[in-house]
């Protein structure tokens, strides 16, 4: 076959059908997506959760992932925060024209591998090409199916004053490693994104508390566009302390260096709970023991009515947070 | 709001939240979609299809629509042919930096309104922006869920020597139309695409007929493409007589001018139907009745085991119709 992927590629010919049939179902290949069919079909009966995101994120491998895994563990993650057990994903492909199969090949491997881990079947897909110059190299949109089962549905369980709100470890990682990549700067090994698939982390959190409120992964917009969400729906003052936030030494140095706050910054292996704070033992417990949280901390909680988020700083004064205002980087997922 | 979307409209912010709130939500809010959760949820029971395609077609206005229209109705055909009731639709948005409002608008207007004809919801989204010229304007990815009620459900039955081939109108006018408007030539305003929802066409028809056996819809690749898929697939040779298929006049010049024969150009508004010979009458009689299938016609049969497609042609000789092996214009969908 050839070394890079061509126009041709896309023109649902021979050279599509090689294309699926010899690359992309060697990877993801399973008994409802050999079939080829227009649509997918699976019988289920329940509360479904449906998701979709498109992932664009440059450069599209990076420390610690790669835009192949990225596009698996960022859907199972939204279904996962919803207490979805993710079932089911498509997987659409824009492959813009000169991408080598090496790399190709690669970015498959890594979906196939981040599926495996978290269970789910790629049941149905879409493959185009275009242009060179009119995409950059890849863009992956991935959709999911999951499953509610009546014990992970928390809707109705008021968030209130007095709830607690925790983080499940160091936060800003993920945006500020891109944006390190991005520029060039040559760094160690432990500057890498935290992305990773929540479902074993938050699912069965659920199962062991009935009070939890709110789940939300903080990726684009960071932990303080999600706070300041939260914030807004459910019409609460929501208070954070600095000095209880985990951050990495490395994500503080780069956002100092780089003039971004991690605060702002995208996770994509993080997790904000809202939880009543009887459950506090039991949840941190829980998060403690798992690889996922052992750096867990109750970072704030809900003060009473309103809408707005406050950070109180190391030094014992009391900023609002506003939410994103300024440009970040575009592409960081 | 600025006249054009910018980088910061993906930062996941404050102008994602006022871009997603006073322009997204504007055009396609429901019950569902208004709660803009990490995904949407909803109850159901059944046998369900899932689709996904992504929409890159240039230019992303055409003559008979445009591509908002076109991610609508395409993924409302993949459940349709698939004998799915389409039900919920997700959107995935990459929008090139610098699109106008106005185009932008205009697309989810008209997102909006094929949504609503064709009666289903879109219920989860996701927008990103990617810098200029690491795009083209906007992509489109939309994943679909529909459900197959049992009477619509037509595996197993085995497609066997005698079954008619059946389209249910002119072909290659989508595939011809975007060609000609691509090259810049000036066209009167019969030239354009066949986009159109096909639910309300072969829904009803698997209600009056228990023998059509296989439906797809001939967009890339076209009418040559889909049954030579059907040939390897069931392992059946199919015959179609080059004289019964429908033509528009239009077609026929541009295909003469372009090089490209109808048979290779993609369809937005057609579907190739095998069913046995005995419900011809009713499922004619109900094509030609409904405003989609008034130029149906019966082009061809399945002749017996092999794995090959042959064209009658109009002097009477017999030539193989071969999957398309060479390059066309990209984009087309």
Known sequence: ????????????????????????????????????????????????????????????????????????????????????????????????????????????????????????????????????????????????????????????????????????????????????????????EEVKSDLAPLNSLVLPLLKISNNIKFMRDPTRGGVAGVLNEIAQKYSVEIEIEEEKIPIKPWVRSASEILGIDPLYSANEGKVIIIASRKDEDKIMSFLKNHPLGKDAEIIGEIKGKGNRVYLKTKLGTRRILDPLKRDLLPRIC
């Open 1 to 188: 076959m050839e070394e890079i992927i061509l126009l041709s590629h896309g023109n649902g010919g021979e050279s599509t059908r090689r294309l699926i049939e010899e690359e992309i179902l060697k990877y993801f290949g399973n008994d409802i997506l050999n079939q080829l069919l227009d649509s997918a079909i699976f019988d289920i009966k329940g509360r479904l959760a449906f998701t979709t995101d498109s992932f664009v994120v440059s450069p599209i491998f990076f420390n610690g992932g790669d835009i192949g895994k990225l596009s698996i563990y960022g859907t199972i993650n939204d279904l996962s925060v919803m207490g979805a057990k993710p079932l089911y994903l498509s997987v659409g492909l824009i492959v813009e024209e000169g991408l080598s199969f090496e790399e190709f090949r690669k970015i498959l491997l890594s979906m196939k591998a981040a599926s495996e881990e978290c269970g789910i079947k790629i049941i149905t897909g879409d493959t185009k090409v275009v242009e060179r110059g009119k995409g950059d190299k890849i863009f992956i949109n991935t959709s999911g199916i999951g499953i509610i089962e009546t014990s992970l549905d928390w809707r109705g369980r008021g968030i209130e004053q007095g709830d607690i709100v925790i983080i499940n470890g160091g936060i800003g990682e993920h945006g500020l490693c891109i944006m390190i990549q991005r520029l060039g700067i040559k760094v160690g």
